[in-house]
């Protein structure tokens, strides 16, 4: 049967995240998790659907794509297929030509599993390894300690505090309230969580979203800022433990977040809350 690339329009998104969600386990690769679709969502479902590519055989899922921009697809795969000559060989060929309709001209880039054969291939269709991501992990098999501040699980009517602490915590967001609520109505945050942390005089000073991927499976951590007014106080370090603690509470095996190498103050502080650092991720960029 041949290998068909699809859009799978928003009625098809719950196909594709419920394919995300049976693909996450201990021990894999950094990949594309629900959650990333479900940040994603903050822009819409419509929106979502638009940016999300399949490759599917015979009427079963074998990747799924999230172009996250424009020129940025980020990429996995069913785990028993990672090395699928035929499917790697597919995957070349359509992010290669624009016209296929995944990626346009220039210069762009494709984040895939590491040790899946696309990589290789990638490599030998002139294909650069790109800077370096630091995956990190911590098992959620013993109780999580207390963050040591006060968490607040956010619902609608705390939404503008959340936005607020976030836009203050990543310079140039353009998230607004009407994206939380946007992704909060999406299908991947039936099974997330966001969190605010406040000091001792109640700022609210720290946020992160969790995103689990169903009971015994690794869940995600995207994204978590500290308010730039309170940074260097270890609020970073407190509500990535809160959401590690309450992605055990929601049933995840793990939990696991990725961030730029270069930012070693934030592979610090993912450290610090029990986090294990894992081997580099690296995407594959194609010049102009």
Sequence with gaps: MAILLGKPGV???SEAVGALREWQYDGAPMQLHPGDLGWFWRSGGEATAAA???WSRDGQL?????????????????PDIHRDEELARQLVEDVTEPKRGVLPE???????????????????????????????????????R?????????GPEKAHVFVAVHRAAFDGSRFTDERWHAMAAGLPYADARSLIAYDDQGHAVATVTVWSAGPGRPG?????GVHRDHRRHGYGEAITVAAAATLRELGSSSAIVC??????????????AGFQQCAEARDRYRDA
């Design 106 to 144: 220039g210069k762009v880039n494709v984040e895939a599993p590491m040790g899946a054969l696309v990589q290789e291939l990638l490599i030998e269709n002139g294909w650069h390894a790109d800077e370096p991501w630091t995956p990190l992990r911590r098992d959620l098999t013993e109780p999580v």
């Design 259 to 272: 961030t730029p190498s270069s930012n070693v103050g934030a592979v610090a502080t993912y450290k610090s």
């Design 11 to 13: 009625d098809g998104l």
């Design 52 to 54: 999300v590519r399949t």
């Design 146 to 154: 207390d963050p040591g501040v006060r968490i607040e699980v956010v």
């Design 62 to 78: 074998l990747a799924v794509g999230l172009l996250d921009g424009p020129r940025l697809l980020r990429l996995t795969i069913a």
């Design 220 to 224: 995600l951590l995207e994204p978590m």
